[in-house]
């Protein structure tokens, strides 16, 4: 990666640097690409892994990374790219923040690992201490540390089983939580993640997600939340599980794979009170949404509801295996043995975690926030522009472009979707879909509008030579 192009300066959200125009190959952090794509080293590199790695790993275009810094990513044959997929919403604070890499190198000198499982040290508790404290809700909490944001689901179900001692657990179509077997049981994204793995979990029911642009059964998205809950009441309640029989209801307050759809205020709070009401633990997921990606901490703060167990992880440290499963004090009622890791909380991670809180808590969510209105507002017309893009969404930078076939019907549009990509890589700039037919736009949460204005104007590109050619 050329010298402007890494400058640690790249993290300093841009404000020191005098705007520069768009596109202009020397800008620090805008792309640059010297080779057609992929490169012949890129190439060697994926004809390679097709051979030996796993084929169950889904890869858009062939972009083989070599370093990154900021937003901005370099291939093994020195192009550079714009990020807004941060490694799947997970690189908060940009690619090897320099004050991240330093509090790992520091902590990995130190002490690399231990086990929070048979031992103790000390940024374990003064983690967890950090986290309880951002975590919504007034009352004490306490923290489950694992490696995945997967573990923290697995072990938010244990918990909540454990603790009603009821075994039902209520999930919502188009959500993922996960792929190890109990979060799978979940996961009710796409069939091919089920497909093929036998029977899962017993006792999970999945009910309608409010959907804000389908509504709950691709009818009436003005009412969607009232559906939804008629549904809980009236079919799932009545016809499937009794409410004292149900331990848990599992939900995104953004259905991240799902699409980047946020849930509405109001469902969130039924839900809350529904689940007091019957003594049902309220889970949030927010392994993709939390940690300041939304522009506050949490995507649930939007609603103001008070989960009993929220999980996290992506965003939580930069990039280093970790996540968290927080709960109310009382809830956490599971004794020694009952669940743990040899992983979970390991010392350099943590040390990464505290450093990547850091800087969330005093520039990166805000960031966020201004950024995402940025993109919100630069964007607000293309559903009248384009005559596919059926609807925009999100918080912060976490925001969902859905494409359609047709305004009217809504009819899906998923080839167009995976052809645009496709072509935003080809002009450098990395984003992934979410969805069956929705971009996702998750970029680190650093980014400056010289970069946001780049996505835009890339994306709006993409679409307008897309349409073209319908
Ligand atoms: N929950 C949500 C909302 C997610 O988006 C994901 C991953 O995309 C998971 C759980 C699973 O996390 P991991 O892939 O770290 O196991």
Not at 388 to 403: C, K, Q, T, W
């Amino acid at each position: 990666m050329p010298a402007t192009n890494i400058d640690t300066k790249t993290h300093e959200n841009g404000k020191k640097h005098a705007e520069k125009p768009m596109g202009k190959a020397d800008s620090k952090f805008l792309p640059h690409l010297v080779t057609k794509l992929p490169g012949p080293n890129a190439k060697k590199i994926v004809d390679l892994d097709h051979e030996i790695l796993s084929p169950s790993y889904t890869r858009d275009y062939p972009l083989v990374a070599k370093r990154g810094r900021g937003a901005m990513i370099e291939d093994v044959d020195g192009n550079t790219f714009l990020d807004f997929a941060a490694g799947i919403a997970v690189v908060s604070t940009g690619h090897c923040h320099p004050k991240v890499v330093a509090a790992i190198q520091q902590q990995a000198a130190e002490l690399i690992h231990m086990s929070g499982t048979d031992f103790y040290y000390p940024n374990l508790v003064e983690l967890a201490e950090k986290l309880a404290s951002i975590a919504p809700g007034k009352g004490a909490k306490r923290v489950y540390f694992g490696n995945s944001g997967t573990e923290a689901i697995e072990a938010a179900m244990k918990l909540a089983r454990y603790h009603t001692r009821r075994d039902k657990i209520i999930a919502f179509y188009g959500s993922f939580h996960g792929r190890t077997m109990g979060a799978l049981s979940l996961t009710a994204s796409k069939a091919v993640q089920r497909k093929g793995f036998g029977a899962l979990l017993a006792g999970v029911i999945h009910m309608p997600y409010p959907n804000m642009y389908r509504g709950s059964h691709g009818i009436h998205p003005e009412t969607a939340t009232a559906d939804c809950l008629a549904f809980l009441e009236n079919e799932v309640f009545k016809r499937l599980a009794d409410p004292e029989e149900v331990a848990a209801i599992v939900i995104e307050p953004i259905q991240g794979e799902g699409g980047y759809m946020p849930a509405p205020a109001e469902f969130l709070q039924q839900l809350q009170k529904i689940c007091r009401k019957h003594g049902i633990m309220l889970v949030m997921d927010e392994v993709q949404s939390g940690m300041g990606r939304t522009g506050k901490w949490w995507a649930c703060n939007y609603s103001e509801v008070e989960p009993d167990i929220i999980c996290t992880a992506k965003g939580i440290a930069s990039g280093m295996p970790l996540s968290a499963m927080i709960s109310r004090a009382e809830v956490m009622d599971w004794k020694p043995g009952a669940h743990a890791s040899t992983f979970g909380g390991n010392p350099v991670c943590i040390a990464a975690s505290l450093a990547t809180i850091d800087l969330l808590e005093h520039e990166y969510i805000a960031n966020s926030r201004k950024m995402g209105e940025f993109i919100v507002a630069q964007t607000a017309k293309w559903p009248e522009k384009h005559r596919s893009v059926g609807d925009i969404r999100g918080r912060g930078l976490m925001i969902g472009i859905e494409f359609v076939k047709d305004k009217k019907t809504k009819e899906k549009a998923p080839e167009l979707r995976n052809h645009l990509v496709k072509a935003a890589f080809d002009k450098g700039l990395l984003v992934l879909g979410a969805g069956d037919n929705s971009l996702r736009l998750a970029p680190p949460l650093l980014i400056n509008e010289e970069q946001a204005s780049f996505a835009i104007e890339t994306l709006d590109a993409c679409i307008t030579e897309a349409e073209r050619s319908l």
